[in-house]
């Protein structure tokens, strides 16, 4: 079944490197992204998209933003639309990443909005689920998946392009990950999930783990059966131990 779903390494940088760092790490990965059966996207900040599209043009790597706007343009200060994110060259958007929903507020209704807007306009969503550690400690982990999909999933169109990330909340950049039994778990309950509101559509539906992925981590992790990648925050920094990351994984 996995075999049918090509894997995604993924780098999310966050608020994280400049100009100068950027055209290092893309000299890297450029030339690496070809020689390699995995899709490579990178998620840089906003600021650098143009840039980072335009390094990365006639290579294989995905583009995208980290968040959007659900408007097209208008009176909207500090947001970007959809329609911005295409013109600089990307063709992805984060929806819904747990440092958007818990740093600012954002609800999964606005989550979803987003991702339907972000589909409107030609682009593919990757949306972000995930539990608390509190929520995880109260075993209440699959009760907020269904809830986190159910929602998130409730402006978007069945479109196998688009992405979730499985991203439970405590493991993201504290340097704990879930045991691969745990994601699996996790993921194969959103896969389910999915299958309950799009059908079939499901199987081809890519479902990466995030939290704390290193290259000592992600073999065991890629070697289960629902999990299709993985998106990567502090260890995508380096061009090194992010190229390491895709290696171990696409050989694990
Ligand atoms: C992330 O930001 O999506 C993430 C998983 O971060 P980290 O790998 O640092 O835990």
């Not at 070809?34 to 294989?60: C, H, K, N, R, W």
């Not at 208008?74 to 990307?90: F, H, N, P, Q, V």
């Not at 929903?101 to 991702?115: D, P």
């Not at 959103?190 to 081809?204: F, M, N, S, T, Y």
Request: charged fraction near 25%.
């Amino acid at each position: 079944m996995k075999n049918r779903r090509k894997e995604i390494y993924a780098a999310n940088w966050k608020m994280n490197l400049d100009s100068g760092d950027i055209r290092g790490f893309m000299e890297r990965i450029v030339p690496y992204a070809g020689t390699v059966d995995a899709e490579v996207m990178i998620f840089p900040p906003a600021v650098y998209l143009s840039s980072v599209a335009e390094q990365a043009a006639g290579s294989p790597i995905g583009v995208g933003a980290q968040n959007m706007f659900w408007e097209r343009n208008g009176a909207y200060t500090g947001e970007i639309s959809a329609l911005m994110i295409k013109d600089c060259g990307a063709g992805y958007v984060l929806c819904g990443h747990s440092e958007r929903r818990h740093f600012f507020g954002e609800s999964a209704e606005m989550v979803t909005r987003k991702a339907g807007a972000a589909q409107d306009e030609g682009l593919i969503p990757m949306i972000c689920v995930g539990e608390t550690l509190e929520e995880r400690e109260q075993g209440e982990t699959l009760e907020v998946l269904h809830k986190d999909i159910y929602c998130s999933l409730s402006d978007v169109k069945p479109d196998k392009r688009v992405i979730i990330a499985y991203e439970p909340v405590w493991a993201i950049g504290t340097g704990l990950t879930a045991t691969p039994e745990d994601a699996e778990t996790a993921i194969a309950y959103i896969r389910d999930q999915v299958r309950e509101l799009w059908g079939d559509l499901a199987d081809a539906i890519r479902i990466l783990y995030g939290g704390s992925v290193k290259p000592g981590n992600i073999a065991e992790l890629m070697a289960c059966p629902n999990i299709d990648g993985a998106l990567v925050g502090g260890a995508s920094l380096h061009a090194d131990s992010f190229i390491d990351i895709i290696q171990n994984g696409v050989n694990r």
